[in-house]
């Protein structure tokens, strides 16, 4: 196991360089000179090129990305342009909102999709079945902003159940991550219910009825089992973009989390705060990925030993 774990390991750092090279890069094409926001709308030329040369933005492309990757091994991911902070702090003051809320949606989607995508499985063609798969795709076709602000009328506004933002208590990430898993919970639900029937056609199903073996024994120990790879990588593909996508319903919610701060980062141009951010977002979805081909390894013994084979 600590082969095909080191092995995929090695397999992340090129990735993760060709991902700082387009990261880095990307930024550049981001319309507006950083140097005349940080000068202001009455400065002069020659304070705007003084403010660009002592940003270090007078190099050229590949100096200025040497630069930024020497600082990034050293463990520094810049200024703002903006504040003046160092970027490491301000993105460690706005991960926690969007860590809780990711998690909170990966939770309850995780748990209610399994259960609806197993029990419409295990109903299918029957009112079960019909009623979950109305659930789902209920939850995957209304828009997240649509649906936070009906929550928010509803269960803030008119019933005063939950608070309309904020981070101040755990009822304050009810209604955000409602809104951030309903796509997610309707998907696993899906693709759990389609992987739970292609299980159940298998021989080794047949096989456990023919001995005698109890309906409920078969769905727990044998189809649920052999039905979580694909689900799995659903899971962890959503996972991955539920830390960059949390954009919008931090919007709706007034979250301070980092979806807010690339909002208001790419408003001002803060270079060093979007790049940091991206390569972030990047980075998460690479290891959320490695920790997916770990867990085939452990649901699967097969992939593992494939893979060292």
């Known amino acids: 196991m600590a082969k095909f774990v080191l092995k995929r390991l090695l397999g992340v750092i090129p990735i993760l360089l060709i991902v700082s090279v387009l990261v880095f890069f990307f930024i550049h094409l981001i319309p507006g000179d950083p140097a005349r926001m940080v000068a202001g709308k009455e400065a002069t030329l020659d304070e705007i090129n003084m403010i660009r040369a002592e940003l270090g933005l007078d190099k050229p492309l590949w100096e200025e990305y040497v630069i930024y990757m020497t600082k990034l091994f050293q463990g520094d991911l810049g200024t703002s342009l903006k504040t003046g902070q160092p970027v490491t702090e301000i993105i460690l003051s706005r991960l926690m909102p969007t860590v809780w809320l990711t998690l909170f949606s990966m939770a309850w989607a995780l748990i209610i999709g399994l259960i609806i995508g197993i029990i419409s499985a295990v109903n299918r063609n029957k ?56 796509g997610i919970m309707s998907m696993l639900a899906r693709f759990t219910r389609a992987s739970m029937l292609e299980s159940l056609k298998q021989d080794y199903i047949r096989t456990g ?14 189809a649920i089992k052999n039905s979580m790879i694909p689900v799995v990588t659903i899971a962890g593909l959503q996972f991955g973009f539920l830390l960059g996508g949390s954009v919008i319903v931090e919007t709706v919610f007034s979250i301070p989390g980092l979806g807010r701060l ?14 940091a951010e991206l390569l972030l977002f990047a980075v998460q979805f690479i290891l959320v990925n490695l920790l997916v081909d770990v867990l085939y390894g452990v649901l699967n013994p097969k992939i593992r030993l494939s893979d060292q084979s």
Do not use: C, N
């Open 127 to 182: 009112w079960p079945d019909y009623l979950s798969m109305l659930t789902a795709v209920s939850g995957i076709s209304i828009p997240p902003f649509w649906l936070g602000l009906l929550l928010i009328q509803i269960f803030s506004v008119q019933l005063g159940w939950f608070p309309t933002g904020g981070t101040e208590s755990w009822s304050s990430y009810v209604l955000p991550s409602i809104t951030l898993g309903a």
């Open 209 to 222: 009825r023919a001995k005698g073996l109890k309906e409920s024994t078969i769905i727990k120990d044998h």
């Open 262 to 275: 690339l909002i208001d980062s790419i408003s001002f141009r803060d270079y060093t705060v979007i790049q």
